[in-house]
C-alpha cells in the first residue's frame, strides 16, 4: 500500500501565475481534504472533496479550486498567485461513513517568488 | 468556535526524561481527537485517534488519554529520534459524516542525548 502520495514534492512559481498539484488517496479511502501550512502554524483546512464533488470548504478565497476524479485522486488549483501562498500543501485521505483515521501524504512545498 | 491549543509550543528534554504535551480543545460534536508527528518538511503522520473521555491508546514510548475538556500525550523515557512537532487535532462534525480537522499549532519537542 503506497498510502497518500502527492506531487510535485517541489514547486516554485512566480506571482501572478496558476499551479496545479495533485493527490492519490490511500487504497480503500474515497474522501480527498486538502489543508495549507504556512511555516510554524498547524495545518489549516481548505476544502474537502467526496463523490466528485466539493462537501465542505474553509475560509479560503475563490482562487483556491479542487477536483476530485472517478479514481478518486484530486487536484488543488490556486490561481493568480500570491506571495502569501507560500506554504506546504497537505493532503490526507479518509473512508467516508466511518470513524477512521485520516492519513496524510508528504506534501508539496509551493515557493511564489 | 472549535478551537485547539496546544501548550508548551516547544519542550526540550534530556534523553530519558518523561512529560507530557497538552491539547485542549472547544468543538461542538467531537467525532475524534488525533495525534500526529510530523518532521521538518514532511506531511504529519499519524500516531492515534481517541474517541471518547477516558480512552487511551499507546505505541511504543507514547501514551495518548482522552478527557472531555483535553488530551494528553505521554512519552515515557525519550529518545533523541522522538524529536519532532506533536500535533493534535480535533474531527468536527459535518451533516452527519466526517468534517474537517482543526489543528492546533503543534508542540515542538527536541530530546538531547
Known amino acids: 500500500d503506497a498510502g497518500v502520495t502527492q506531487s510535485p514534492t517541489h514547486l516554485i512559481k512566480t506571482r501572478g501565475q496558476q499551479v496545479t498539484l495533485r493527490c492519490s488517496p490511500k487504497?480503500?479511502?474515497?474522501?480527498v481534504s486538502w489543508y495549507q501550512q504556512a511555516l510554524g502554524q498547524g495545518p489549516q483546512f481548505i476544502f474537502q472533496?467526496?463523490?466528485?464533488?466539493?462537501?465542505q470548504r474553509g475560509n479560503f478565497p475563490d482562487r483556491f479550486s479542487g477536483h476530485q476524479f472517478p479514481n478518486y485522486s484530486s487536484e488543488l488549483n490556486v490561481n493568480a498567485l500570491l506571495l502569501g501562498d507560500s506554504a506546504l500543501y497537505l493532503c490526507?485521505?479518509?473512508?467516508?461513513?466511518?470513524?477512521?483515521?485520516?492519513?496524510f501524504g508528504q506534501g508539496t512545498r509551493l515557493t511564489v517568488v | 468556535e472549535d478551537q485547539v491549543t496546544q501548550s508548551p509550543e516547544a519542550l526540550r528534554l534530556q534523553e530519558g526524561e518523561s512529560s507530557s504535551l497538552n491539547c485542549s480543545y472547544t468543538?461542538?460534536?467531537?467525532?475524534?481527537l488525533f495525534w500526529y508527528r510530523q518532521d521538518p518538511g514532511k506531511g504529519p503522520e499519524f500516531l492515534f485517534t481517541?474517541?471518547?473521555a477516558g480512552e487511551e491508546k499507546e505505541k511504543e514510548r507514547l501514551k495518548a488519554t482522552l478527557t472531555k475538556k483535553e488530551s494528553f500525550l505521554h512519552i515515557t523515557a525519550p529518545k533523541p529520534e522522538d524529536s519532532a512537532t506533536y500535533l493534535c487535532?480535533?474531527?468536527?462534525?459535518?451533516?452527519?459524516?466526517?468534517?474537517?480537522?482543526?489543528f492546533g499549532k503543534g508542540t515542538k519537542l527536541s530530546v538531547k542525548p
Open positions: 487535532a480535533v474531527r468536527t462534525h459535518y451533516g452527519g459524516s466526517q468534517g474537517n480537522l482543526i
Open positions: 487504497s480503500g479511502h474515497d474522501t
Open positions: 468543538v461542538s460534536g467531537l467525532r475524534g
Open positions: 481517541l474517541y471518547s
Open positions: 472533496y467526496y463523490e466528485e464533488e466539493e462537501r
Open positions: 490526507a485521505s479518509s473512508a467516508t461513513g466511518k470513524l477512521t483515521e485520516a492519513f
